[in-house]
């Protein structure tokens, strides 16, 4: 690694960035450096407790997002959200993971801010947005080019 040099992101604001020497060493290093996240969350609805939500790898938000698409290319909510936090709630201490696929349908019983709350954080985690899970939630009626799909 040789100098530190300061970069423009994306919306507007500055971070520090080290140059390599090649591309070899630069996937070497992005390869071995440690990406993953976590948010821990006070859910008032639940007495105060602390959840952590933590990040996924690119593997586990694509197999989290077939598996909650419908065949019409709409998210299914229902699916989604109680699977986004087994996927991503943990112990904040331990780091154990807080529930199993087969919590999710009481999980749906909860309070749906605690849910919500949960699950935006865990959208945050993923590198997902409101807005684009609200696109993909809405679902496909025509190609990228704008031709419908229908017969």
Request: proline fraction near 2%.
């Amino acid at each position: 690694m040789s100098e530190q040099k300061v970069a423009k992101s994306g919306k507007g604001g500055s971070e520090k960035v080290s140059s390599f020497a090649d591309a070899a060493s630069l996937r070497d290093h992005i390869k071995n450096v440690a990406d993953d996240s976590y948010e821990d969350i006070v859910v008032s609805e639940w007495k105060g407790a602390v959840v952590r939500i933590t990040s996924m790898s690119g593997t586990e938000r694509s197999s989290l997002l077939e598996m909650a698409t419908e065949e019409s290319g709409r998210l299914n909510l229902v699916t989604l959200y109680p699977e986004l936090i087994i996927r991503t709630a943990r112990h904040p201490e331990t780091g154990e993971a807080l529930f199993t696929k087969d919590d999710a349908s009481w999980l749906n019983d909860k309070s749906g801010r605690a849910l919500e709350q949960l699950a935006q954080a865990a959208l945050r985690r993923a590198g997902l947005d409101r807005e684009s899970v609200a696109a993909m939630g809405k679902g496909s009626e025509s190609t990228p080019n704008g031709d419908s799909t229908s017969n």
